[in-house]
């Protein structure tokens, strides 16, 4: 009998994912389906081949779907979506499914991948949102460094600080916003919950936190989470020094002026 002959290999072919950062927060309660795939984050299919993760920190996880499925799916999510920016962060990638190949990732090229299983796309969609939510963030960032830097400049050149406390405060408030996102919702250093259950995936989440440089970026960013605070925490303790030097000056201003009204009023009655 001769031997069978082999099967086929299956063709190789491209999908393309996409991160979405739609605002500060997303509500996803209500929006579980039969075809729930987790809960956490939640994640269902979308039309014939597609796949959707949705993650409170306000990121939608999009693929395999058209642009008109794209459309109408961001559509009906909208009003859940708090915090909304007049700029929405988006990463893409390619991802290239080849049931012959293995897992692997590519400088600058498309994420291989053996399937597009569940555990897969869970996998994969953490690593996009926590890459489009640091962009978000890191842009925050860099604009309160650019407001930051001539205030600092100012008071470089002219020993005295440009600007008032509530806008020192306001700084403080924007990095602390940037600090707590980063720390509390993304948890960019916690691992998907996926891998609890499939840790032979460790390997493909590894490759791609490499490839978006996550623990490096979300460093690079608490270092200038840190300067902005202590330098917007100096300049307001420097006007705070500044207003209190004025309280004073006001306050023997308003003594002396006391001591001459009294001495005026009695060589007053002394001549009366």
Excluded at 54 to 82: C, H, K, M, N
Aim: hydrophobic fraction near 45%; avoid cysteine; glycine fraction near 6%.
């Amino acid at each position: 009998m001769s031997d069978l002959a082999p099967s086929p290999a299956k063709p190789a072919f491209r999908v393309t994912a996409r991160a979405l950062a739609l605002g500060a927060r997303l509500d996803a309660a209500g929006l579980e389906r039969p075809d729930t795939i987790s809960v956490n984050p939640l994640a269902f299919s979308v039309g014939q081949s597609g796949f959707v993760a949705l993650y409170r920190f306000g990121v939608a996880v999009l693929v395999g779907l058209s642009p008109v499925e794209e459309d109408d799916f961001l559509r009906q999510i909208r009003p859940r979506v708090s915090g909304e920016r007049e700029r929405v962060d988006d990463e893409t990638a390619v991802l290239e499914v080849s049931p012959e190949g293995a897992d692997q990732v590519s400088p600058g090229g498309p994420i291989q991948v053996r399937d597009l299983s569940t555990a897969r796309l869970l996998v994969l969609a953490d690593a996009l949102a926590k890459t489009v939510s640091l962009a978000r963030d890191e842009r925050e960032v860099n604009a309160v460094l650019d407001v930051i830097e001539p205030f600092a400049l100012g008071l470089s050149r002219t020993g005295r600080p440009p600007g008032t406390r509530r806008a020192m405060l306001r700084l403080i408030g924007q990095a602390l916003l940037v600090q707590h996102r980063l720390s509390g919702r993304v948890a960019v250093e916690e691992k998907p919950d996926v891998l609890w259950d499939r840790p032979d995936l460790e390997r493909l989440y590894a490759r791609v936190e490499d490839e978006y440089e996550l623990k490096e970026r979300t460093t690079s960013l608490k270092r200038k989470l840190d300067v902005i605070v202590e330098t917007a925490r100096g300049l307001t303790d420097v006007i705070e020094s500044d207003r209190a030097t004025w309280l004073e000056v006001a306050v023997v201003a308003l003594i002396v002026t006391e001591i001459l009204l009294t001495l005026v009023q009695m060589a007053f009655f002394h001549h009366v």
